[in-house]
């Protein structure tokens, strides 16, 4: 008999909780009844910020030692016959640019205000410097496409040792940054637009070594257009 009341008080309570929680929760804690559900709030949102997303950069890592594949790069075409060999290291493979014109072509992004520009490591292989790399930015919608001309003796590098190059453009303005990779910067200076050599396009940026000596590549890696 004892049982069945105090089953019957549980029942009669919930029952009191689920149609009425404002008495309930006064009658259960005194004082005048209070809906807690309705004073409860929900913090308001946080406010956050979108962080840009970086442009990919093209490596050269997981692609078959040869003839380079455009397509298994992302990129849209290639110029020339560049190849893609295992230097420094099988695992860490890079792009090398020989003979008379040999590059790579990659897609820009979306159009949008602002300069183009292009960055990616470079190593001279082998004793000459004698030759250029010649770049081409695409068009944003700010700035034309331009062609510049990177005269590879002007740089001073150090065959056999990896730089990083970055070429921008804004239309009337064009920079080039040397630093060592990984490391401190050696050079800036302004290059001149050829808006006839190589020029780029809305759709895509260029990359191209012309170099004079049969002998001599230079290697490219780790390459990213921001536009």
Known sequence: MTVGVAVAAVVWY????????????????????????????????????????????????????GRLDPT????????????????????DRSLRLSG????????ALAPRDGPSSIAFDLLLSGASDSGRVDVGLAATDTA???GLAIELVL??????????????????TSTLTVALRGGASVLEAELAAD??????????TCLRAS????????LVDNLRVDR
């Open 72 to 91: 298994e790069v992302s990129a849209t075409r290639s110029i020339g016959a560049p190849e893609v060999v295992s230097l420094p290291s099988p695992f």
């Open 14 to 65: 919930r029952g009191e909780l689920a149609g009425n929680p404002s008495q309930s929760n006064a009658a259960v804690h005194g004082g005048a009844a209070t809906d807690r559900y309705a004073e409860a709030t929900v913090p308001p949102a946080r406010a956050t910020s979108a962080t840009p997303s970086l442009p990919p950069t093209i490596s050269f890592d997981l692609h078959p030692i």
């Open 155 to 172: 740089l001073d590098l150090t065959p056999d040792v990896w730089y990083q190059l970055t070429a921008t453009s804004d239309g009337s």
């Open 211 to 218: 170099l004079a000596d049969a002998d001599a590549s230079v």
């Open 144 to 146: 034309p496409a331009s």
């Open 100 to 107: 008379g014109a040999a590059g790579i072509c990659v897609a």
């Open 195 to 204: 808006g006839t050599d190589l020029p780029g396009s809305r759709n895509e």
